[in-house]
């Protein structure tokens, strides 16, 4: 069975940190590149970043860039999303996902990528 799970998820306090990790099983995902998307209530599924699948590029949402890093470990088929300087605004189900993105363009399309995982709820607090 292919799948992502996330873990990490939690409560923080805002100008907090968290560490998302999403490991895959049932294949490897080392030729594809990874994402982390996110989804508050009622709105859409929103691009955070992506890393290719060397790690040696990555590309980030306008709102997270110098908060957020993503990183992946290819021989752990795990990809990370540090968060740092938490704000309200981050408070979402964040999901992880793999696909095979030819075009940077590409990148924070959600109908781009292959495998989601079910996601962890990230809640900041003022």
């Known amino acids: 069975q292919v799948q992502l799970v996330e873990s990490g998820g939690g409560l923080v306090q805002a100008g907090g940190s968290l560490r998302l990790s999403c490991e895959a099983s049932?294949?490897?995902?080392?030729?594809?590149?990874m994402a982390w998307f996110r989804q508050a209530p009622g709105k859409e599924r929103e691009f955070v970043a992506q890393v290719t699948w060397s790690g040696g590029i990555t590309y980030y949402a306008d709102s997270v860039r110098g908060r957020f890093t993503i990183s992946r470990d290819n021989a752990k088929n795990t990809v990370y999303l540090r968060m740092n300087s938490l704000e309200c605004e981050d408070t979402a189900v964040y999901y992880c996902?793999?696909?095979?993105?030819?075009?940077?363009?590409?990148?924070?399309?959600?109908?781009?990528?292959?495998?989601w995982g079910q996601g962890t709820q990230v809640t900041v607090s003022s």
């Open positions: 996902a793999a696909g095979r993105i030819a075009f940077r363009d590409d990148a924070a399309s959600p109908n781009k990528y292959n495998y």
């Open positions: 049932g294949r490897t995902f080392s030729d594809r590149a």
